[in-house]
């Protein structure tokens, strides 16, 4: 996972997901949730092509539903809704893979 958070290219969110890990390790989990799911906020909101067609669709359904899920507004931006603010460890992870592979991905 460490070779993939070094594909991210910008600064800002490279630092917001490497200090996710920190609060990984340190059990941090909400911390963890919050970063991962700001993080793929962001990259929606600079790859808008990531939520038209059917990549909707998958851009919407694979974001983790384990206590937090997204939903589009009006004017189309997502915003994350946090269903409660404790997290578990497996949820936690699940939430970091899914950011940073996500990033790395369409090489933010």
């Known amino acids: 996972m460490a070779a993939k958070l070094k594909q991210i290219k910008d600064d800002a969110l490279r630092e917001s997901l490497t200090q996710a ?5 340190s059990g941090d989990y909400p911390d963890v949730v919050h970063r991962c799911a700001d993080a793929y906020l962001e990259l ?3 790859k808008p092509e990531m939520l038209e067609g059917p990549e909707a669709l998958r851009s919407i359904l694979f ?3 384990l206590g937090a899920h997204l939903v589009q507004e009006a004017d189309g931006s997502m915003t994350a809704v946090f269903d409660r603010e404790e997290f578990i460890f497996s949820e936690a992870i699940t939430y970091f893979e899914f950011a940073v592979d996500s990033l ?4 933010l």
Do not use: D, I, T
């Open 63 to 65: 974001f983790p539903r």
């Open 21 to 25: 890990q920190a609060s990984l390790r």
């Open 44 to 46: 929606l909101s600079r």
């Open 104 to 107: 790395a991905k369409h090489e």
